[in-house]
């Protein structure tokens, strides 16, 4: 009977830790967990197998979108920047300002893990206008609608350790679950 309820338990565990997460503040921290740990399970569990996650890059001074099935921690995007962790402390996870990145002293105004609705931070349309405006990618009807909710309905996490190390990424709801829908890479890359 032990072995029994040992299983079981294990299971529950497999399930709770793999299934879709209906908590932001966990999503939260499998996302954190997940990049810390390189661990491509934990975070393609909060992917939606037909949307994929989008990876906001910079080639140069153009700032560009890249859709992805899933994260490969051994094949990153772009594939000459590794995905890194982030450890933040305060553990805490706050709404407001979110921390802000200074390329002239290469730093983020605050650290700790911040969050804000993302229909406050445009980056993403802003993103996605000027890749149609200057001709850069054909985007579907179908598609830019999927960006707008997107850009409507996610949560912008900024996570920021006292080593400077980040993580910025966005969490969607999509029915009852949190979606890891976004990576940015370009709020900290000075390169332009």
Request: proline share 3%; hydrophobic share 40%.
């Amino acid at each position: 009977m032990s072995r029994l309820r040992i299983l079981f338990l294990l299971l529950n565990i497999h399930c709770f830790t793999f299934a879709q997460i209906n908590d932001f503040s966990a999503a939260v921290w499998q996302v954190i967990d997940g990049f810390n740990q390189q661990d491509n399970r934990k975070i393609n569990s909060l992917i939606d197998e037909k949307k994929g996650v989008i990876v906001l890059t910079r080639l140069g001074v153009i700032e560009r979108l890249e859709l992805a099935q899933k994260i490969d921690f051994k094949k990153p995007i772009p594939e000459y920047l590794p995905y890194s962790g982030v450890s933040p402390d305060p553990k805490e996870i706050k709404a407001g300002n979110l921390p802000q990145y200074n390329c002239d002293n290469d730093s983020w105004s605050k650290v700790g893990i911040y969050f804000v609705e993302s229909n406050q931070d445009a980056l993403l349309m802003r993103i996605v206008d000027f890749l149609i405006q200057f001709n850069e990618a054909k985007i579907e009807q179908a598609q830019y609608q999927y960006y707008q909710f997107i850009n409507e309905n996610s949560r912008r996490v900024v996570a920021v350790d006292y080593e400077g190390n980040a993580l910025v990424f966005y969490l969607t709801k999509i029915k009852d679950d949190w979606y890891l829908t976004i990576i940015d890479r370009v709020s900290d890359d000075c390169s332009a």
